[in-house]
């Protein structure tokens, strides 16, 4: 069964109720894994490190010293993802905070794409023997396969394809980088994708390709503040997205045998046609083509017999309309 991921990420904007009703969220649209990021601003970044284009309100530094939480309140997220049958994943962007998601037991970690060439930090989570996700939307195949030299023997591995750019635009997603996993890392890990577009396409599309992991953003509203939030998917949209993952699954996963027609038996009887007499015809009579018509119900003699009707002699009166059967016929 493929796996979704409802991508919290910084949308809660630190604020803990909000983080705990997105875990909530996440486990009422039908989620198996709600995911965090675990900012630790003086681990992380210089002061003076550029922003991205889309986060302009305020310096990246002070956003993540706003919107940190203590490890009393991780550990409590933690706990309410559990309590509602979700794994808790986060992506720690220091070794600091791998630490911290140590000391909390996380279920499992995600590399973000930022961190693919970041060794210390891969090191550091591979020696804690966890679940791994790793995010390729910056890396090249030369960068992916450096950083999966370190993380070769995780018992668990997840390459997510993904395109960092928010919003993806649907020329830009790239599903055939999936296929290209799949043929270069399978033997140690599953395919995953990570969806940045703001549909259902790109996500299902990547189901059928091959993918078995779907992460997605996921807001209680497109207004709330931050960068996630507008390029993330509210509730109810989210809740239709994985039932369509799920039901697409369920079509790629179930094989039909053709040759077994047993399900369409009633069906057949309904809409098939048979042959009928299309005139009333006499004892003796030698049945031609123009005494044959071909009418629902397909109970009678099925119309593909029809070559093997013509030339048969008519061993009873039969009457227009009426259903031919081989004990009519001599």
């Known amino acids: 069964m493929v796996k979704i991921i409802a991508e919290i990420g910084s949308v809660h904007d630190g604020s803990f109720g909000n983080a705990c009703k997105l875990i909530e969220a996440a486990a009422e649209v039908g989620a198996d894994i709600v995911k965090f990021q675990t900012h630790i601003a003086n681990e992380e970044t210089l002061r003076n490190a550029p922003s991205p284009s889309y986060f302009s309100d305020e310096d990246r530094y002070s956003y993540f010293e706003r919107t940190s939480f203590s490890v009393y309140q991780w550990a409590k997220l933690k706990e309410i993802a559990n309590k509602n049958n979700l794994s ?10 791998v630490e911290l998601l140590e000391s909390i037991n996380i279920d499992a970690y995600k590399i973000a794409s930022g961190e693919v060439t970041n060794f210390p930090l891969i090191e550091k989570i591979m020696s804690t023997k966890k679940e791994v996700f790793i995010s390729t ?16 023997s995780t018992q668990h591995l997840t390459v997510m394809q993904c395109s960092s750019i928010y919003p993806c635009p649907p020329e830009k997603v790239g ?3 999936i296929e290209s996993m799949k043929s270069k890392y399978s033997h ?3 395919i995953g994708f990570s969806d940045h577009t703001l549909g259902f396409a790109a996500g299902i599309s ?37 039932e369509m993952i799920r039901e697409t699954s369920i079509i790629i996963n179930s094989k039909i045998d053709k040759d077994d027609i047993s399900d369409y038996k009633e069906m057949k009887e309904i809409f098939e046609k048979s042959i009928v007499a299309s005139r009333n015809l006499p004892i003796g009579k030698i049945l ?11 109970t009678g003699i099925n119309a593909n017999k029809y070559k093997s009707v013509i030339n048969k002699k008519v061993k009873k009166e039969i009457q227009v309309d009426q259903l031919l059967t081989w004990d009519d016929l001599e």
């Open 88 to 97: 808790f994943l986060s992506s720690p962007f220091s070794i600091k905070a």
């Open 137 to 152: 939307g910056m890396s090249n195949f030369n960068e992916i396969d450096q950083a999966l030299s370190i993380l070769k």
């Open 175 to 177: 599903l055939n980088v």
């Open 188 to 190: 140690i890990a599953k």
């Open 206 to 242: 990547a189901v059928v390709k091959g993918a078995e992991v779907i992460e997605k953003h996921l807001t209680l509203s497109n207004m709330m503040y931050g960068s996630d939030a507008p390029n993330a998917m509210e509730v109810d949209k989210f809740k239709s997205f994985v």
């Open 288 to 298: 031609e083509i123009k005494d044959l018509n071909f009418k629902k119900p397909g």
